[in-house]
């Protein structure tokens, strides 16, 4: 009777009972498996959204400021020409001038041609009409452009709203229309041709500035280069 009952006991079971088993562990291994998914995806998606915090603050520190932006611009520009007022205008002309840069000499453009502006202490003493020491230098930077020029050429003189009365100069008009033919005569002198030059003053009568600040006045005293030439 023992020895029955120990070998029920060591039998093996049924297969109804290990089938009713087998569905049990299946059912675990697709539970572990979905959330293991689940897992991964939760994390991938956390990950996603650090590398995209990340990423967009440090594209919002790379964005300059406009005052950064003005900032490196002026230091990457480097100093300005210094000049009383008048700015040098390059862009736009003919290449020949774009590379043009005499301290106190500027360039403009007009329907007329094209200026050559040359303040007046670069050439001239105060309140006088004669080239001083070092105006030929000036004058004869400028002379192998204005060779490559066969239009006529204007030598017009201009001076501020002072007035001055000299037995030589009873007004602004014989001072700016001398200091026009002074340059004039030195323009014929380096192998410009007489028959394409004529001089003018205009005294105080076409200001680049206002006579009011002494800056403005300084402006306005220059003669200037008028090339006549159509710009194509």
């Known amino acids: 009777m023992l ?105 403009d453009e007009n329907a007329q041609g094209i200026t050559l502006r040359i303040d007046d202490n670069l050439l001239f003493a105060s309140a006088q009409a004669e080239l001083i020491a070092g105006a030929d230098r000036v004058l004869q930077s400028l002379i192998e452009l204005i060779q490559e020029f066969e239009g006529d050429i204007s030598v017009e003189g201009h001076t501020d709203s002072i007035p001055i009365s000299t037995a030589r100069f009873p007004s602004n008009w014989e001072l700016a229309t001398s200091r026009a033919i002074s340059v004039l005569r030195y323009l014929v002198g380096a192998g410009v041709d007489e028959g394409r030059l004529r001089a003018i003053g205009y005294a105080d009568t076409r200001p680049l500035e206002s006579n009011a600040s002494a800056e403005g006045r300084a402006a306005n005293r220059r003669v200037e280069l008028l090339l006549h030439q159509s710009l194509q």
């Open 3 to 107: 020895d029955r009952n120990l070998r029920e006991i060591l039998a093996p079971g049924k297969a109804g009972d290990d089938e009713g088993e087998a569905w049990l562990v299946s059912y675990l291994d697709v539970l572990t498996l979905l959330i293991t998914l689940f897992v991964l995806l939760l994390s991938m998606a956390g990950n996603g959204q650090a590398m995209s915090g990340r990423q967009y603050a440090g594209e919002t520190a790379r964005q300059p400021s406009p005052l950064d932006q003005s900032v490196a611009g002026a230091v990457a520009g480097g100093p300005r020409p210094m000049s009383t007022g008048i700015q040098p205008r390059h862009d736009g002309l003919q290449p020949r001038f774009q590379g043009l840069e005499i301290e106190g000499v500027s360039i």
